[in-house]
């Protein structure tokens, strides 16, 4: 059973602050990690990919990977209550796209 | 350039009906996945469909099943409906690795 696991939060910061969501998951043979953004009574949105080991930078957006740890993480810099929502993490290898249950992240403003 | 399009957004069944759910991937993209999101186990796969063969299926009862058109459509049908089942269904399309959700069908069942 090929799992992706987040804590589930609320992961609550302050406006301006960085928020840093953590990810883990089990299938080493995993090559297609994605974030994605869910707000209430709306579906997933997609705001990163990675694909190697490092960072990847997309606007406030940072996306962090360990393939040896098995972990991904996503920081978000300057946060801002519209931030406030569900982050999922998704992992991909030769299986479909497998979830994590998602982290909730309350910008307070 | 459209989206991906679900048909209906809420329906509400009873108990032991059928139901259809529809979705029009973004053109060009031949791969259409649906998914399952409840609050207790958050989105679950339920198939993934390419050039209209079933690629993958998820760990779902047979009363699940689902299809595609040669335009890429797919839809899904929910046989003998429990109270269970009632969930966002999503379905996505993708050229690559990305996918791209649509908005959902919200099925409520009574």
């Known amino acids: 059973q090929k799992e992706v696991e987040q804590n589930s939060g609320p992961l609550s910061v302050p406006e301006g602050a960085i928020a840093s969501l953590n990810c883990t998951y089990s299938?080493?043979?995993?090559?297609?990690f994605f974030w994605y953004r869910q707000y209430s009574g709306k579906s997933p949105e997609l705001i990163m990919s990675?694909?190697?080991?490092g960072d990847k930078e997309d606007g406030r957006f940072t996306a962090q990977l360990n393939k040896a740890s098995q972990y991904v993480s996503l920081l978000i810099r300057d946060s801002q209550p519209s931030d406030s929502a569900t982050y999922l993490c998704a992992v991909k290898g030769n299986t479909p796209l497998v979830f994590g249950k998602g982290t909730r992240l309350s910008v307070i403003a | 350039k459209a989206g991906v399009t679900q048909t209906p957004r809420y329906l509400i069944k009873t108990r032991g009906q059928q139901v259809t759910l529809s979705c029009s991937p973004i053109s060009g993209h031949r791969s259409v996945s649906w998914y399952q999101q409840t609050p207790g186990q958050g989105l679950q796969f339920l198939f993934e469909?390419?050039?209209?063969?079933?690629?993958n299926k998820g760990n779902f009862p047979g009363r699940f099943s689902g299809r595609q058109f040669s335009n890429s459509r797919s839809e899904m049908n929910v046989s003998t409906l429990e109270l269970g089942d009632s969930a966002l269904y999503l379905c996505?399309?993708?050229?690559?690795?990305?996918?791209?959700f649509g908005s959902g069908t919200r099925l409520t069942v009574v």
């Open positions: 469909y390419f050039s209209e063969t079933q690629r």
């Open positions: 990675i694909y190697s080991n």
């Open positions: 299938d080493r043979g995993s090559q297609s």
């Open positions: 996505a399309s993708s050229l690559g690795d990305g996918y791209t």
